[in-house]
């Protein structure tokens, strides 16, 4: 909610942060000490999402896929208590630790969320269901941006409700996920629980059509021949993955470098620089996101450009969503079968994580430094992953993760790999129908 009304909520913390002190202490706070405490509140966000992370693959694998997401709910509802009752009891360091467990929270659900969702979603349906995920990710984010207005929850008075009204979404999946199945695939395959498996399908696709569903699963259980779950550091020395984990690598940090984070941070300015006024920007930031920055060389020449610029942002955020923001990380669950699957999220994650800190701390001087060309960086980066997308992904529709493992088996290999260990690898990886 800080990075969604950054400028803000920079008002009302800053004011939070000098009256405690003053109270306590007794004295003013240092300007130099009031910044570094700002950036620690802000920035402790990123640090949370990177542990989260990293610990959300071995949650996965522990508490299954749905027990993982209903913990995560409790650490959200804890996160939104200290950050709540900051305010009142003028103790600054439990926004900190507030901000610090709902980074957790988040680097826990995207890693787990995307998970559970591409193992339970059938082949035929991936697509819609990760398009699905998007959209209520950026309804979420219009959702805070909404109640963060000065006229609801973003003026002095009630801004420690705007942070802690993260606790709202973690009440409702508390209350509706328990009525959900567990993934059949970790039912099968991690515990070895074939009743359980079999009603879970049931549930997710009725009676008379389950059997195709269970029948890929088996086939994939087969295949891993009891291969337990593998560690992350396990993927960079399998050269079975070596073009997935790439692929993962690659597609984190074309999302974060995208520059739809730089918008977020620093949306305020960049719309200041395009002529919007001051009194409108908290309006229109409902739509934030990042925009080309195209319009911005030629806004000092005409008095339309500043709102083709903010027409502009509109149509990034749409593209966006539309493409990496909706389909990345349901795209690591059909790379990876059931052994990697965990791991591959949580160096996906971590390395999604390590990005969004690292363009946070970059984009100020890129801006100083370029002025309004350091949108080109992104515009050069966005080229790339691109290319990269068209010339190694393959086409991953309506395919078994057998059968999209078995597209990226010639590009881990090569064409010309020795006739022997290709039958070897396929034998001890794909001894079923393949």
């Not at 749905?66 to 950050?83: P, R, W």
């Not at 991936?126 to 995920?133: S, V």
């Not at 749409?318 to 059909?334: H, M, R, V, W, Y």
């Not at 363009?359 to 100083?368: A, E, Q, S």
Request: proline letters at 4%; aromatic letters at 14%.
């Amino acid at each position: 909610m800080i990075h969604i009304h950054r400028s803000l909520l920079l008002q009302h913390i800053h004011k939070f942060l000098n009256e405690t002190w003053n109270s306590r202490y007794r004295k003013e706070l240092n300007p130099d000490l009031l910044t570094f405490l700002w950036s620690v509140i802000a920035s402790i966000f990123s640090l949370g999402g990177l542990c989260g992370a990293l610990i959300g693959g071995s949650m996965a694998i522990r508490l299954g896929r749905k027990g993982a997401l209903l913990m995560n709910n409790i650490i959200a509802i804890l996160a939104s208590i200290l950050m709540g009752i900051s305010f009142p009891t003028g103790l600054f360091e439990l926004l900190i630790a507030g901000r610090f467990l709902i980074g957790i929270n988040s680097g826990i659900g995207i890693c787990v969320q995307p998970l559970y969702i591409g193992e339970v979603a059938p082949k035929h349906l991936r697509g819609g269901m990760a398009m699905g995920t998007s959209i209520f990710l950026t309804g979420g984010i219009l959702t805070g941006q909404i109640i963060g207005l000065r006229e609801l929850l973003g003026g002095e008075t009630y801004w420690p409700l705007l942070l802690s009204s993260s606790c709202f979404p973690a009440f409702a999946q508390l209350l509706f996920l328990p009525w959900f199945p567990e993934s059949p695939r970790y039912l099968l395959i991690d515990r070895g629980d074939e009743l359980s498996c079999v009603k879970a399908l049931k549930r997710f696709h009725g009676s008379s059509e389950y059997r195709r569903e269970m029948e890929d699963i088996q086939r994939e259980c087969f295949a891993l021949d009891g291969e337990k779950p593998k560690k992350p550091w396990q993927l960079f020395t399998d050269r079975g993955v070596r073009w997935q984990l790439i692929t993962v690598i690659v597609m984190a940090m074309g999302q974060q470098f995208s520059g739809i984070n730089a918008i977020y941070f620093y949306a305020t300015y960049i719309f200041e620089q395009a002529g919007i006024s001051a009194e409108k920007i908290p309006y229109v930031t409902l739509g934030t996101g990042a925009c080309e920055c195209f319009t911005a060389l030629t806004c000092e020449l005409y008095s339309w450009v500043p709102y083709v610029s903010m027409t502009s942002l509109f149509a990034f955020i749409l593209s966006f969503g539309l493409g990496p923001g909706g389909i990345t990380n349901t795209l690591t669950a059909e790379l990876f079968i059931q052994s990697s699957r965990p791991a591959a999220y949580m160096i996906g994650g971590t390395v999604s994580w390590i990005s969004f800190f690292t363009i946070g701390m970059l984009f100020p001087f890129m801006v100083n430094g370029l002025k309004q060309y350091c949108f080109l960086v992104f515009l050069l980066e966005c080229s790339l992953v691109a290319a990269f997308i068209f010339f190694v992904i393959p086409e991953t529709k309506n395919k078994s993760f057998l059968e999209i493992k078995k597209e990226f088996h010639r590009l881990n290999f090569g064409r010309n790999t020795q006739k022997k260990e290709t039958e070897l690898y396929e034998r001890r990886q794909f001894h079923d129908e393949f």
